[in-house]
């Protein structure tokens, strides 16, 4: 099992970044999607989740209505669309793969990619 995640660069407040999930080696339609994000000095958290078999999301109160997570299912792959980006934004933005659905918690979660940093100047 493989998930890449990439899309992260560098950007203003305000501005706009869209992330990218690629999934390999699992099969897409049984499994959540999380997107996590992990700033310096502080603890790795949720930011979204989705089940791809029925589109169902979650979204963390700091970023519902500015992030749109969303899933292209013949190309296993998750995308995380993040717009009005905020300095604490900033960190490095994880995809996660679990069978337990929108799990909130790092600790269910069986597959994680290599991470994303996003970084957003004021």
């Known amino acids: 099992v493989q998930l890449q995640a990439s899309g992260g660069g560098l950007v203003q407040a305000g501005g706009s970044l869209r992330l990218s999930c690629a999934t390999s080696?699992?099969?897409?339609?049984?499994?959540?999607i999380g997107w996590f994000r992990q700033a310096p000095g502080k603890e790795r958290e949720v930011v979204s989740c989705?089940?791809?078999?029925?589109?169902?999301?979650y979204y963390s109160d700091s970023v519902k209505g500015r992030f749109t997570v969303s899933s292209n299912n013949a190309k296993n792959t998750v995308y995380l669309q993040m717009n009005s980006l905020k300095p604490e934004d900033m960190a490095v933005y994880y995809c996660a793969a679990t069978l337990y659905g929108l799990v909130t918690s790092t600790l269910g979660y069986d597959y994680w990619g290599q991470g994303t940093k996003v970084t957003v100047s004021s």
């Open positions: 080696g699992l099969s897409f339609d049984d499994y959540a």
């Open positions: 989705i089940m791809p078999s029925d589109g169902t999301t």
